[in-house]
């Protein structure tokens, strides 16, 4: 009688008494495989994530604006940090993950190849896209998967502010002057499809999410996130007076939910498969990054190398 089914048994059971399933302690193959695929994606989507807002720090409006910018963006720095360690922890090496991302062989989330055209884009980034990544980052801190679960704790902390920040800005931009709630109101135009595609394909069509709740590292499903995320921002935009740019969005009274339209599920795999406004931009970004930090990473592996109590 093979024992690999008591072990999964035992470790489903210890899930479901809420413990949380440490770097040492046994786990399945296919679980460490999901949490490496997922931490790892999450940690590519901080890193490239740095990009779209990046490129207005020099443009900010204010000094104030630049500074609130700047920290948002040394934050998602930060965030790539905490989840590669995570990642570490189950195996994969720092080397092995930005290898997949370099080389084009690891997604990461769609949303980021998308072009910031005007200061309201990185407003309506921090409003929307930081909320919704809220909605999925709260519901991580609660996943099975230790290390993961107390990154998260931090991260959902410091993207409260992100997303605080950018509402500040669209409320400040929809209550000014008409060429300012028109550039925002534009900005709300271009991203909000791409926002809702943010939480991944509906439930029908998504091949890992039954594995992912089984084993609690996920404990929602995309269309449940999703939809949370439709009810409470579609309120507060409308009452700025901003439309969304979905004829069909309308509420449902008896289900006390917002009902949007269509997604086009079909651009979502065409960005996640390169082929977005930015995948080659972004791409290339991050390679050009890789490349001038070589001299810092060689210099340290000297260091590293030197003889037991020779000079540095």
């Known amino acids: 009688m093979s024992v690999e089914p008591d072990r999964i048994k035992e470790f489903e059971a210890r899930i479901a008494r809420g413990e949380k399933?440490?770097?040492?302690?046994?786990?399945?193959?296919?679980?460490?495989?999901?949490?490496?695929?997922?931490?790892?994606?999450?940690?590519?989507?901080?890193?490239?994530g740095m990009l779209p807002e990046g490129g207005w720090i020099t443009r900010a409006p204010s000094l104030r604006r630049k500074m609130i910018l700047l920290a948002k963006v040394q934050d998602e720095a930060g965030h790539g940090e905490y989840l590669y360690h995570a990642a570490e922890t189950l195996g994969a090496t720092r080397e092995e993950m930005l290898e997949a991302l370099l080389s084009g062989k690891a997604k990461y989330s769609n949303v980021f190849n998308y072009p910031t055209l005007t200061w309201a884009d990185v407003g309506v980034i921090g409003y929307l896209v930081d909320f919704a990544a809220i909605l999925n980052q709260t519901m991580l801190a609660h996943c099975s998967y230790g290390p993961y679960a107390r990154a998260m704790l931090r991260i959902c902390a410091e993207e409260n502010f992100h997303k605080k920040q950018g509402q500040d800005q669209v409320i400040r931009l929809a209550r000014g002057t008409p060429r300012q709630r028109a550039m925002v109101q534009d900005a709300i135009n271009r991203w909000w499809w791409p926002t809702l595609m943010m939480f991944g394909p509906p439930d029908k069509d998504s091949p890992n999410s039954a594995?992912?709740?089984?084993?609690?590292?996920?404990?929602?499903?995309?269309?449940?996130?999703?939809?949370?995320?439709?009810?409470?921002?579609?309120?507060?935009l409308h009452e700025l007076g901003l439309?969304?740019?979905?004829?069909?969005?309308?509420?449902?009274?008896?289900?006390?939910?917002?009902?949007?339209?269509?997604?086009?599920?079909?651009?979502?795999?065409?960005?996640?498969?390169?082929?977005?406004?930015?995948?080659?931009?972004?791409?290339?970004?991050?390679?050009?990054a890789h490349e001038d930090g070589r001299w810092v990473r060689q210099a340290l592996a000297a260091y590293a190398a030197r003889p037991a109590g020779g000079k540095p």
């Open 211 to 236: 594995v992912l709740i089984r084993w609690g590292i996920k404990t929602r499903t995309n269309d449940d996130l999703r939809q949370s995320f439709i009810n409470q921002i579609v309120p507060e």
């Open 21 to 48: 399933i440490e770097p040492g302690d046994w786990m399945p193959d296919e679980y460490r495989r999901q949490l490496i695929r997922m931490i790892s994606q999450h940690a590519h989507s901080e890193v490239v």
């Open 243 to 288: 439309s969304l740019p979905d004829p069909d969005l309308h509420y449902d009274e008896a289900g006390g939910n917002w009902i949007h339209g269509p997604i086009d599920w079909e651009e979502f795999r065409r960005v996640i498969h390169g082929n977005g406004p930015c995948n080659k931009e972004r791409m290339e970004a991050r390679q050009q």
